[in-house]
């Protein structure tokens, strides 16, 4: 019994010390990452090229949009061309996440469904659009005006 208990704490320091030096790849595979676009009432939903994200450094994707301030909501997500589970990217918690502030940070989740982003500009004009998938569970969302 005495070298069983020995055999399972040898296994358990294997264990502990891999999973330590262990990082998970953000978006699993950053290179297999699909093609990935700014969805929403702006585009019809529409996957638009003019809206394709472009890798800015590291894990972080951007696009640009100019944005009319009309006190109206723009409603969008970040979403491959066909919607595909795991590339539809919408708020992680409808309290803390669903309406973005100008310049903080928010939480995607990308398995939703009908989970839309909520922005409203005080401002009219251009705007970034700003996804960092550097961790795979609560990928960053954020809005900038430029």
């Keep these: 019994m005495s070298k069983l208990k020995h055999l399972y704490s040898a296994c358990a320091v294997c264990l502990i010390t891999s999973c330590a030096s262990y990082t998970v790849e953000p978006y699993k595979d950053i ?3 699909p093609d990935m676009y700014l969805r929403g009432v702006f585009t019809w939903w529409e996957a638009d090229p003019q809206y394709q994200l ?16 009309d006190g109206q909501p723009y409603d969008f997500k970040f979403a491959d061309k066909n919607w595909t ?35 409203v500009p005080k401002e009219t004009g251009l705007y970034e659009f700003t996804i960092n998938f550097s961790n795979i569970d609560k990928p960053a969302v954020t809005v900038n005006r430029l």
């Excluded at 918690?93 to 989970?115: F, H, M, P, W």
Aim: contains cysteine; aromatic residues 12%; glycine residues 10%.
């Design 31 to 33: 290179q297999q990452l």
């Design 54 to 69: 472009t890798l800015k450094g590291g894990s972080t994707y951007a696009t640009t949009i100019e944005l009319i301030a």
């Design 85 to 119: 589970p795991g590339s539809s990217c919408g708020y992680k918690s409808q309290y803390r996440d669903q309406s973005i502030t100008l310049g903080k940070t928010v939480y995607a989740d990308c398995n939703t469904t009908d989970e839309n982003f909520r922005f």
